[in-house]
T-cell receptor, first 112, second 115 residues
Framework: EAQVTQNPRYLITVTGKKLTVTCSQN?????MSWYRQDPGLGLRQIYY???????DKGDVPEGYKVSRKEKRNFPLILESPSPNQTSLYFC???????????FGPGTRLTVL | AQKVTQAQTEISVVEKEDVTLDCVYE???????LFWYKQPPSGELVFLIR??????QNEISGRYSWNFQKSTSSFNFTITASQVVDSAVYFC????????????FGAGTRLFVKA
């Protein structure tokens, strides 16, 4: 089944404790992206990647890191999480030609 | 800069009513793509439609229809004969060829359909 998977789905952590949210897709898509969703703000793009070893900042990259060492994986790293990073995070993938994105199920992160 | 505005924060209707969700966008690109996504209470994002800037034809899919008007930079979404299962948050989004693959989402419209 074609899908985008994210792990973990739910995470409660404390300020300053490094964490990684994994994202994997099995559709051989070149493009992958991370978004955060906050009430009243919709989804905002954090980082995106057009292909392996190519990453670019979205609109809200501060406090986040990403890497794209393999085509199928695009982990989101929070080196020192803070409470303002409490949010719902979505990973997405797609073909670069048609701009359509397939979204993962979401990861709800709470930073205390 | 690109921008997507969904002015309606929440809409409440009674089942079987028709409802239109508004979406207004801003972009300087001549080639761009518009999307609608549905987010039911379970939280996942469900793709509904993609429209590119060169295709202004309206589209109908069952009870759903979309009206794309470049002259007013709008891409409105109408649900005919709404049902309780239509209750969700609906997002409009814009993606353009320039600036990489950045996608801008509107703030979303929460639709409540009461039985």
């Amino acid at each position: 089944e074609a899908q985008v998977t994210q792990n973990p789905r739910y995470l409660i952590t404390v300020t300053g404790k490094k964490l990684t949210v994994t994202c994997s897709q099995n559709m051989n898509h070149e493009y992958m992206s991370w978004y955060r969703q906050d009430p009243g703000l919709g989804l905002r793009q954090i980082y995106y990647s057009m292909n392996v070893e190519v990453t670019d900042k979205g609109d809200v990259p501060e406090g986040y890191k990403v890497s794209r060492k393999e085509k199928r994986n695009f982990p989101l790293i929070l080196e020192s999480p803070s409470p303002n990073q409490t949010s719902l995070y979505f990973c997405a993938s797609g073909r670069t030609g048609d701009h359509e994105q397939f979204f993962g199920p979401g990861t709800r992160l709470t930073v205390l | 800069a690109q921008k997507v505005t969904q002015a309606q924060t929440e809409i409440s209707v009674v089942e079987k009513e028709d409802v239109t969700l508004d979406c207004v966008y801003e972009t300087r690109d001549t080639t761009y793509y518009l999307f609608w996504y549905k987010q039911p209470p379970s939280g996942e994002l469900v793709f509904l439609i993609r429209r590119n800037s060169f295709d202004e034809q309206n589209e109908i899919s069952g009870r759903y229809s979309w009206n794309f008007q470049k002259s007013t930079s709008s891409f409105n979404f109408t649900i005919t004969a709404s049902q309780v299962v239509d209750s969700a948050v609906y997002f409009c989004a814009l993606s353009a060829d320039t600036g990489g693959f950045k996608t801008i989402f509107g703030a979303g419209t929460r639709l409540f359909v009461k039985a």
